[in-house]
């Protein structure tokens, strides 16, 4: 049993078009969040989410908007994609806001290529 | 606010002994390691929550000192399966909580 998917695991798409990534956790869990990992393998958060409340919003462009339907789903769409957003999109949940013990959980990733 | 972490990569024979380390310019209240195969996710290790702390899994182990902010992830014996990146995560608390991680580590561990 996959415990956080997403979907698509690939995406190639040309500048300027828009595009969504689903992520679903089959954890229970409360919180979840995204992450971007560049080229150069840095991880850095983007939002996370608890209970369906956007709790961070880590200074990312408009063009990124987080939905979260409920608390197994967490979407992500970007607008009017440019080259630089090109990266691995990992998303992550974790029993409870509570970073201080509680582990995250990554999803398989999605490699976002803007051509 | 990001941890740096030493060294960048490591290239080891199977069975030879490895320790990464993971420093910080802030308070440290935990640090949590991580470990990312080749276009896989980042899958957890362990978690350290107090200064003095020490754990171990197997023949992987980390210590935290709070007093210098610093952790160090331990690697004992290492089998071929120890390949991969290693990041450390460091809680901030600057409003919401975060994991902020490091830059990652490198491991390359030959037979």
């Known amino acids: 049993d996959t415990a956080v998917s997403q979907t698509p695991k690939y995406l190639v798409t040309q500048m300027g078009n828009d595009k969504s990534i689903k992520c679903e956790q089959n954890?229970?869990?409360?919180?979840m969040y995204w992450y971007k990992q560049d080229s150069k393998k840095f991880l850095k958060i983007m939002f996370s989410y608890n209970n369906k409340e956007l709790i961070i919003n880590e200074t990312v462009p408009n063009r990124f908007s987080p939905k979260s339907p409920d608390k197994a789903h967490l979407n992500l769409h970007i607008n009017s994609l440019e080259l630089g957003d090109s990266a691995v999109y990992f998303c992550?949940?974790?029993?409870?806001?509570?970073?201080?013990?509680?582990?995250?959980?990554f999803g398989p990733g999605t490699r976002l290529t803007v051509l | 606010q990001q941890p740096v972490q030493s060294p960048q990569a490591v290239i080891l024979r199977e069975g030879e002994d490895a320790v990464i380390n993971c420093s910080s310019s802030?308070?440290?209240?935990?640090v949590h390691w991580y470990r990312q195969k080749h276009g896989e996710a980042p899958v957890f290790l362990m978690i350290l929550l107090k200064g003095g702390e020490q754990k171990g899994h197997e023949k992987i182990s980390a210590s935290f000192n709070e007093k210098k902010q610093q952790s160090s992830l331990y690697l004992t014996a290492s089998q071929l399966s120890y390949s991969g990146t290693y990041f450390c995560?460091?809680?901030?608390?600057?409003?919401?909580?975060?994991?902020?991680f490091g830059q990652g580590t490198r491991l390359t561990i030959n037979p």
């Open positions: 992550a949940s974790s029993p409870r806001l509570a970073v201080y013990t509680d582990t995250q959980y």
């Open positions: 802030k308070a440290l209240y935990s």
């Open positions: 995560g460091t809680e901030i608390r600057q409003g919401a909580q975060k994991l902020v």
């Open positions: 954890l229970g869990h409360d919180t």
